[in-house]
């Protein structure tokens, strides 16, 4: 059964019981807010510095092959408190138990990441592993890898189109990516040269969007307001008798009309925030140790609050400061808390995006997100509690629309045995993860969820591209 279908029959048999469903309720929303019903909609948050994935996930001890733990334990140690006296030890302290449901296998998500355990509990998180999104260990080139879905580049042109633009333009005309963060990046740009952003929309504060006018906690008289109050008049008074009075060629049409547009659009963002009310008290105080990943939560809200006005199909994210060259415990620990703890942005957004009301799908029904990172980390830890540049990582995909599960070997047992060289990987240094499945696989996928068909338009590539086992993604999603 289709999830949808199945959250359907729920739905009506829970009417025919007597007993409702909740969740769906208006939360902290104003009685006059009118929310429109999401499109489908990629939301993708790029951790930016290679996020070592194997950190997050880890065997268990019962782990099948004890030679494979053995050898895990003697490579990863020095990350941890090294008072353990034992690998179980280690797991107890540091991990939550899963079992994945489509293989059997139990393994443990990092403590720190309590949010996404219970997610990955209620089938919504699937865990690709062995991905690989860039083969080179550069930070510049990978990130650039990544965001435009070329695992193989290896030319530094970042005035390009990313796999997000792609998106947007096979999604329709009119569609947008909307970048919730500081600045716009490769991920989501256009096609068309020289207009790479037209159909972006760069929302760094979703409840800041108009251009700068009167301050009203300011005096009157201040240097800000009479400015302000001086331009404004301006504009309203000279703008649109020049646009009509110029030709249609006058070097300075584009900036009023760029003015025009801009504050339009603004007003009508204002004027749907103010309709539904202040933000959410849990994001309003959400204090995290990344501010700036903070906002981006807020502004994802808001989003999903304007979808009739943003038009987005396609949301960016970012996330820096995962190169855990040392101290790697402190740093991704608290990373992962940000992200993915109980008390960090997802966990804060995630429930209030699913109580808004809906009128034919739940909003979070319309939400699949993908987590990225320029590459993966070594095998081994180095001199420094840290672990250095590799290549094949974990790709996660998750949300209500995704078939929850491992795709691929979590712990390859090749990592554990004697290779061509002689080397064992786990004891070897500067060995990696092998990347096994191309992300252009995976977010083939996703797009295809997304826009129906458009997977081979945004990443043509996919098809020939390598992977883990042949038919390993057919059922990522529910369609």
């Known amino acids: 059964m289709k999830r949808r279908d199945f ?17 769906f309720s208006r939360g902290a929303l104003a009685d006059g807010c009118t929310v429109t019903d999401l499109p489908r909609t990629v939301v993708n948050l790029m951790l930016q510095g290679g996020a070592d994935f194997r ?75 062995n991905a690989v999104c ?18 193989d580049m290896e030319v530094l042109n970042f005035d390009r189109d ?36 037209q159909q972006v929309i760069h929302a760094q504060d979703l409840r800041d969007m108009r251009l700068a006018g009167v301050n009203p906690d300011a005096p009157h008289g201040s240097r800000r307001n009479v400015l302000a109050r001086a331009l404004g008049s301006w504009y309203r008074g000279q703008g649109d008798t020049l646009l009509a009075e110029k030709p249609a060629d006058w070097v300075y049409r584009p900036f009023l ?38 906002q981006q939560c807020r502004n994802l809200y808001d989003a999903c609050l304007l979808p009739d006005v943003l038009k987005q199909r396609v949301m960016s994210m970012s996330y820096g400061g995962w190169d855990t060259h040392d101290n790697e415990y402190a740093e991704i620990t608290a990373n992962l808390g940000d992200v993915f703890g109980t008390e960090g942005g997802f966990a804060a957004t995630v429930p209030l995006i699913r109580e808004l009301p809906w009128q034919d799908l739940p909003a979070d029904e319309q939400l ?84 129906p068909g458009s997977g081979e338009q945004v990443f043509p590539n996919a098809s020939v591209a390598e992977i883990e086992a042949p038919g390993l993604l057919d059922d990522l999603l529910f369609v």
């Open 7 to 23: 959250l359907q029959h729920t739905a009506v048999a829970a009417v025919l019981s007597g007993v409702g469903l909740g969740g």
């Open 55 to 129: 950190f997050l996930f880890m065997p268990a001890p019962n782990h099948p092959d004890s030679a494979y733990l053995a050898e895990t334990w003697n490579a990863r140690r020095g990350l941890y408190d090294l008072a353990y006296p034992d690998y179980g030890a280690l797991f107890e302290a540091e991990y939550l138990p899963v079992i994945d449901p489509l293989s059997g296998l139990e393994f443990g998500i990092a403590r720190s990441a309590g949010w996404l355990h219970a997610e990955f509990l209620a089938g919504n998180v699937a865990v690709v592993a």
């Open 134 to 151: 860039s083969r080179n260990r550069r930070h510049d080139q990978s990130i650039l890898n990544a965001d435009a879905g070329v695992p």
């Open 162 to 197: 990313g796999w997000g633009g792609r998106l947007a333009e096979a999604s329709g005309e009119g569609a947008f990516v909307v970048e919730l963060g500081n600045s716009i990046s490769v991920f989501s740009k256009g096609t068309t040269a020289g207009e790479r952003l």
């Open 257 to 294: 009309e760029h003015r025009v547009a801009l504050d339009a659009f603004g007003a009508e963002v204002d004027a749907r925030l103010a309709e539904c009310g202040a933000a959410p008290e849990a994001l309003a105080a959400l204090n995290l140790n990344n501010a700036g990943f903070a």
């Open 368 to 451: 699949v997100f993908t987590v990225a990172s320029d590459f993966g980390r070594q095998l081994r830890a180095n001199g420094t509690s840290g672990t250095d540049h590799g290549s094949g990582t974990y790709t996660l995909v998750f949300g209500t629309p995704v078939r929850g599960g491992v795709y691929g070997s979590l712990f390859p047992d090749e990592e554990a045995q004697a290779g061509d060289d002689s080397r064992i990987p786990l004891r070897t240094e500067g060995a990696d993860i092998r990347g096994r499945t191309s992300t252009e696989r995976v977010f083939a996928a996703v797009c295809d969820w997304c826009a």
